[in-house]
């Protein structure tokens, strides 16, 4: 099995604690993954990243979005909006580049895996045929 480190966008609390799911420290964790699959996984992840940058630049409209009405709860809701999509701590757009820098060092944490499984083995292979 290939295990290798998968980032998680974490953030952290008020108290200035992080967390992440699957163990490891705050902002990996662990996984395996069959060496003969890896390439799969790694494609994967990529489709995934490429349906983030689509979905960013809706995140993007948001930001930029008016209000639907000249009353002055329209203009409080708009301007709500855009912070909840937007790049600051905790806004839709900081997750979903978050989520994307750290596709993008799990597919490079995957990669590096890989080669160095693959040079094992491949040091092995030669060992045996001495």
């Known amino acids: 099995m290939l295990m290798f480190d998968a980032v998680v966008p974490v953030m952290a609390n008020a108290a200035g604690n992080t967390a992440a799911p699957g163990g490891g420290t705050a902002g990996t964790a662990r996984f395996s993954v069959d060496p003969d699959q890896a390439q799969k996984m790694i494609d994967g992840l990529k489709q995934a990243i490429a349906k983030l940058t689509e979905l960013s630049d809706k995140g993007d409209e948001l930001t930029q979005s008016g209000a639907p ?33 750290a596709l993008n060092q799990t597919i490079e944490n995957i990669e590096r895996s890989l080669a160095k499984y693959r040079g094992v083995d491949y040091d092995a292979e030669q060992a045996l045929k001495g």
């Open 69 to 101: 009405g000249p009353d002055p709860y329209s203009g409080w809701a708009t301007l709500e909006m855009r912070k909840a999509a937007g790049k600051q701590d905790g806004g839709y757009m900081w997750a979903n580049d978050a989520a994307i820098k």
